[in-house]
């Protein structure tokens, strides 16, 4: 079936640490997309990919770092995580041309709390 | 720039009476708007979308929502809410198929009460 994937659902991680948030869409879609959403509120653009090695940086700044080696995947790295990247990070994604059909697809989400 | 504004933090409605959950747009060109549901602990799922044509949309779960271009508005509504409407909802716009990623407004809680 296809679908789009997040793993994991849950990280509690200490500062410091490195972090890779994995995505992955079985839709065959080019275009993929990270956002930033704390609890309850509006969702912030991080990164977004157009295809293979096609990264870019969205509206919301981020310390983030993505990588598209793969059409299927598109990992999201943090260096170093600190509590302020605590929050949850939202993965979608959708064809790069679908004539009327313009909308994205998301994954569950990964729920990201830093101690 | 281009902003989505949904005016509500909150909607209370009894369960079968109508609902209408407010968005309003600003952008620069011909806008493609979208509705989409967050339920507890979920990532978002597609409600409707309105691209061009009829300015009345329908969607998933018996929601509609109505484009008004002189008021830049685009209302998500349904005629009798049910307990299971009770959701996060977000109105989003795209101002054409070569943009970057959706512009999302900060998100409307449903509360629906039996």
């Known amino acids: 079936e296809a679908d789009i994937y997040q793993t994991p659902r849950y990280l509690v991680i200490g500062t410091g640490k490195k972090i890779t948030l994995e995505c992955s869409q079985t839709m065959g879609h080019d275009k993929m997309y990270w956002y930033q959403q704390d609890p309850g509120m509006e969702l912030h653009l991080i990164h977004y990919s157009y295809g293979v090695n096609s990264t870019e940086k969205g509206d919301l700044s981020s310390e983030s770092t993505v990588s598209r080696i793969r059409t299927e995947h598109f990992p999201l790295t943090l260096e170093s995580a600190r509590p302020s990247h605590t929050s949850q990070y939202l993965c979608a994604s959708s064809p790069l041309w679908t004539g009327h059909s313009y909308e994205q697809y998301f994954g569950p989400g990964t729920r990201l709390t830093v101690t | 720039a281009q902003s989505v504004a949904q005016p509500e933090d909150q909607v209370n409605v009894a369960e079968g009476n109508p609902l209408t959950v407010k968005c309003t747009y600003s952008?620069?060109?011909?806008?493609?708007l979208f509705w989409y549901v967050q339920y507890p602990n979920r990532g978002l799922q597609f409600l409707l979308k309105y691209i061009t044509g009829d300015n009345l949309v329908k969607g998933s779960y018996g929601f509609e929502a109505e484009f008004n271009k002189s008021q830049t508005s685009f209302h998500l509504k349904k005629p009798s809410a049910l307990v299971s409407d009770s959701a996060l909802y977000f109105c989003a716009v795209r101002v054409n198929q070569a943009g970057t990623a959706l512009i999302f407004g900060k998100g409307t809680t449903l509360s629906v009460s039996s």
């Open positions: 952008v620069s060109g011909n806008p493609y």
